[in-house]
Nanobody, 128 residues
């Protein structure tokens, strides 16, 4: 059974940093695309960043570029999201998701509809 478990969320002051982890079990990363998404209250779930496990190609939503860094450890079946310079607008539940595409997604990996497997989410709260 495919399982994704996020961790690392919490409360942080504006300007601070957090590192989220997405631990996968039930499958190996090879060939998968792993995405990070977030959902703030009253808003739709949006793509944050994604990474191809095979070639390490990464993509970021425009508002996260330069502040967030996604990385993967295939040996540990874990993907990380380093978040720096956080603002209150980054407050949301953060989810990781996984899917094995038949063809490369490219930047479309930020589209939540492409993913079959989701974690339960981890809350990130940024205070002003």
């Amino acid at each position: 059974e495919v399982q994704l478990v996020e961790s690392g969320g919490g409360l942080v002051q504006a300007g601070g940093s957090l590192r989220l982890s997405c631990a996968a079990s039930g499958f190996t990363f090879d060939g998968y695309v792993i995405g990070w998404f977030r959902q703030a209250p009253g808003k739709e779930r949006e793509g944050v960043s994604c990474i191809g496990s095979s070639d390490g190609t990464t993509y970021y939503a425009d508002s996260m570029e330069g502040r967030f860094t996604i990385s993967g450890d295939n040996a540990e079946n874990t993907v990380y999201l380093q978040m720096d310079s956080l603002t209150p607008e980054d407050t949301a539940v953060y989810y990781c998701a996984a899917n094995k595409p038949r063809r490369p997604y490219g930047r479309r990996c930020l589209d939540r509809s492409l993913y079959d497997h989701w974690g339960q989410g981890t809350q990130v709260t940024v205070s002003s």
